[in-house]
């Protein structure tokens, strides 16, 4: 529902985008810096490619720093996953920390939290140290759910997707930046005059200094909520200060933020596993040199820059017409597509063809995790943080769990291992058959018979006695915006109910 803005609609009046009855813009414009909307949006997208570009500066040096750390393929293998291992547990405490707190602070200090051990980088001297840096660097990419969360609470129903895929893919374009920026920060320190095994030390000060001020960015330029930050609506009573045991059951009850996790595992995941490995994979298998590698590594990167964003448009085009169910059959067609691509890159044994299939395969696999945050907003209304955190969460599980099957040690070339990832994506896909929303019906099922509302739905969230006290209010007005979900059946849709009891389907 759109808010018109007229002259004496004073609680509208103040934003430059048009809202609807929660504050949150009903359009997107990449174009304007507009507070708090757009500028939450520019600003959350730069500080997470800072993070992504911290992450994984190393791989595109490993061939240098292996050389000066003396590290073997299973050392490199380990520091590959405890990079993405780290960001597990602390994506979904960010989720639990932007539920409670609001996503300005708890990214703020997150960032400047992990921003030495990117500063440390430069003294590693031994392979425990390197891991031990990258490990810690990598809870930095926890971000990712505070940027999903804070679009989430900025944008309407109608172009969330759009945000949360533009967002996520601009700053997961940092893993292919990083492919570029690193070896040519490398290129430049060794002209100068320093050695080869020193250039790459001081290399590591660009990234940690573009992560330190991307977090003072977040902290004095960005607002938690259209309305203002947590701590002035806390004071205001305009938001009350949740029951945490309640949003975790809530978000741990619920099998479809399990199900997304999962198989954003089999998309996020496996583009994190990809950053890790394609460099040197094309290094060592088709003796391109440093430079060439990382350009060739940086262009499945930066695919990110319409992949991701055209997810999440996309989910928001189709769900216009067949709502839900069509943002869950595109979720399912573009996840499978990319997992057939992946074992054919694993299958091709030229450069060229190599090159061809990884740059589709990005495609597939970025686009599929923006239509995966196409569906995370509307789970759950009041834990909304955990839920974007278990998903996020299960990007970094799946990617630690590919890279300790597949690409550490020896146990298979990794060539055969690129095949086999795809024969996983393949799998996890699957379960999406099983989400379902009564109120909106799932893949192969329509809503359910009893006529269940989408405040039905989100009011189950709710015990009485916090209806009664109007700590419901919010997930209301959410449900009355997220009726647009229903597709082409909006118009015939059954009245909201207010106080009703939440259908057991739900």
């Known amino acids: 529902m759109e808010v018109e803005q007229k002259p004496n609609d004073l609680s509208t009046q103040k934003f430059p985008l048009p809202v609807d009855s929660e504050h949150k813009a009903t359009v997107f414009r990449v174009h304007s810096f507009a507070p708090p909307?757009?500028?939450?949006?520019?600003?959350?997208?730069?500080?997470?490619?800072?993070?992504?570009?911290?992450?994984?500066?190393?791989?595109?040096?490993?061939?240098?720093?292996?050389?000066?750390?003396?590290?073997?393929?299973?050392?490199?293998?380990?520091?590959?996953?405890?990079?993405?291992?780290?960001?597990?547990?602390?994506?979904?405490?960010?989720?639990?920390?932007?539920?409670?707190?609001?996503?300005?602070?708890?990214?703020?200090?997150?960032?400047?939290?992990?921003?030495?051990?990117v500063f440390c980088s430069s003294i590693s001297n031994s392979p425990v140290s390197f891991l031990l840096v990258r490990f810690f660097t990598g809870f930095s990419l926890a971000t990712f759910v505070s940027t999903q969360f804070w679009m989430s609470s900025m944008f309407t129903a109608r172009v969330v997707g759009t945000a949360n895929g533009l967002a996520g893919g601009w700053g997961n374009l940092g893993g292919g930046a990083t492919q570029l920026i690193m070896p040519l920060v490398f290129s430049v320190i060794r002209d100068i005059g320093a050695t080869k095994f020193t250039a790459w030390r001081i290399a590591f000060f660009i990234p940690a200094l573009f992560q330190t001020l991307s977090a003072y960015a977040v902290f004095f330029l960005g607002q938690d909520m259209p309305d203002g930050n947590y701590s002035k609506l806390?004071?205001?009573?305009?938001?009350?200060?949740?029951?945490?045991?309640?949003?975790?059951?809530?978000?741990?009850?619920?099998?479809?933020?399990?199900?997304?996790?999962?198989?954003y595992g089999y998309c996020f995941g496996v583009e994190l596993t990809v950053d890790n490995i394609i460099a040197q994979y094309f290094y060592d298998r088709f003796n391109v040199n440093l430079r060439t590698a990382g350009m060739i590594a940086a262009s499945?990167?930066?695919?990110?820059?319409?992949?991701?964003?055209?997810?999440?448009?996309?989910?928001?085009?189709?769900?216009?017409?067949?709502g839900m169910r069509g943002r869950l059959w595109t979720l399912?067609?573009?996840?499978?597509?990319?997992?057939?691509?992946?074992?054919?890159?694993?299958?091709?044994?030229?450069?060229?063809?190599?090159?061809?299939?990884?740059?589709?395969?990005?495609?597939?696999?970025?686009?599929?995790?923006?239509?995966?945050?196409?569906?995370?907003?509307?789970?759950?209304?009041?834990?909304?943080?955990?839920?974007?955190g278990m998903t996020g969460g299960g990007g970094n599980v799946g990617a630690v769990l590919t890279q300790v099957i597949l690409f550490r040690g020896s146990r298979f070339s990794t060539e055969t291992g690129i095949t086999l990832m795809g024969i996983m994506i393949l799998c996890c896909s699957l379960p999406i058959w099983l989400i379902y929303f009564p109120q909106w019906g799932g893949m192969f099922h329509g809503?359910?018979?009893?006529?269940?509302?989408?405040?039905?739905?989100?009011?189950?969230?709710?015990?009485?006695?916090?209806?009664?006290?109007?700590?419901h209010q919010a997930s209301m007005k959410f449900a009355d915006n997220s009726r647009s979900e229903r597709g082409k059946r909006v118009e015939s849709a059954p009245a909201p109910v207010d106080q009703g009891t939440p259908s057991p389907d739900v």
């Not at 750390?69 to 979904?92: E, K, M, P, Y």
């Not at 061809?356 to 990005?362: D, E, H, N, T, W």
């Not at 809503?447 to 700590?471: A, D, L």
């Open 37 to 117: 909307h757009m500028r939450a949006f520019h600003i959350s997208w730069i500080s997470f490619f800072s993070c992504f570009v911290s992450t994984f500066a190393a791989p595109p040096l490993l061939p240098i720093i292996r050389d000066n750390l003396n590290l073997t393929s299973t050392d490199i293998g380990n520091a590959g996953i405890a990079a993405v291992s780290g960001a597990i547990f602390a994506r979904v405490a960010m989720g639990t920390a932007c539920d409670l707190f609001g996503p300005r602070l708890a990214s703020s200090s997150l960032i400047l939290l992990t921003a030495p051990a």
């Open 234 to 263: 806390h004071k205001s009573g305009e938001r009350h200060k949740d029951n945490f045991p309640q949003v975790l059951y809530h978000a741990v009850t619920n099998y479809r933020g399990w199900i997304l996790a999962l198989t």
């Open 447 to 471: 809503p359910s018979s009893k006529g269940t509302t989408e405040e039905e739905y989100y009011m189950s969230e709710w015990s009485s006695t916090e209806r009664n006290k109007g700590f």
């Open 332 to 388: 399912w067609m573009v996840q499978t597509i990319g997992g057939l691509l992946c074992v054919l890159l694993g299958k091709v044994g030229s450069l060229g063809a190599s090159v061809a299939v990884m740059l589709v395969f990005s495609i597939f696999c970025q686009a599929a995790c923006g239509l995966t945050f196409g569906v995370v907003p509307f789970v759950s209304r009041r834990s909304l943080g955990i839920i974007s």
């Open 300 to 322: 499945f990167g930066l695919a990110n820059i319409f992949s991701r964003p055209g997810g999440g448009i996309l989910s928001d085009a189709v769900a216009k017409r067949f």
